[in-house]
């Protein structure tokens, strides 16, 4: 199963790269810890928020965000909040290339270091953390609500269905779909 899902990745970012080829921030593949260019550095970043997010979400209905289904539990590791930021990497993605495709986040937002890492500068995270706020306002179509739903509200959503789902409530869990 891993297998498949390094190979579904590795297709997916191929065609983030593609979307992004021709900005002043190209992008040739995932890299994390540390990122080595500009969009993954913008990506680890938006990905630790979104994180943050599920957790919270997740304990306001009351489940352990460190008792993971997908991923295996481990001290300190919030491995439900990864599960169910799973779901919504697409729209972070779609989040990050915005950014780039619309010049928001520029090259001297970023700081390479010595042995490759490249991050945000305090004024690229000030940049990003603004948008990250403004895109939480955006309205979205949830497919099992049947009507739009703020991006901030989303988590939520998804963690209240969850938490549904595993005390009984539901039969099945439906995951957030991209519209």
């Not at 593609?18 to 550095?41: C, I, M, W, Y």
């Not at 009351?62 to 930021?85: C, K, V």
């Not at 986040?105 to 010595?114: A, G, R, T």
Request: hydrophobic share 40%; proline share 7%; net charge positive.
């Amino acid at each position: 199963m891993r297998g498949i899902e390094g190979d579904a990745a590795r297709i997916y970012f191929k065609a983030v790269g593609h979307a992004l080829a021709e900005t002043r921030l190209p992008f040739t593949g995932r890299s994390r810890r540390p990122p080595r260019d500009p969009v993954n550095a913008m990506l680890g970043f938006a990905y630790g928020l979104l994180v943050t997010e599920c957790v919270g979400a997740i304990e306001s209905v009351g489940l352990d965000y460190q008792m993971g289904i997908f991923h295996r539990p481990r001290s300190g590791r919030p491995s439900l909040a990864l599960d169910l930021t799973e779901e919504l990497r697409a729209l972070t993605d779609r989040f990050v290339v915005s950014l780039v495709r619309r010049r928001q986040i520029k090259p001297d937002d970023f700081l390479s270091m010595p042995g490759g890492g490249v991050y945000l500068n305090d004024d690229g995270r000030t940049k990003l953390i603004r948008a990250w706020e403004r895109h939480k306002e955006t309205e979205i179509h949830h497919e099992v609500t049947g009507k739009k739903v703020g991006r901030w509200a989303i988590p939520s959503v998804q963690a209240t269905l969850l938490a549904r789902h595993l005390r009984g409530d539901l039969p099945a869990y439906a995951p957030f779909v991209l519209p």
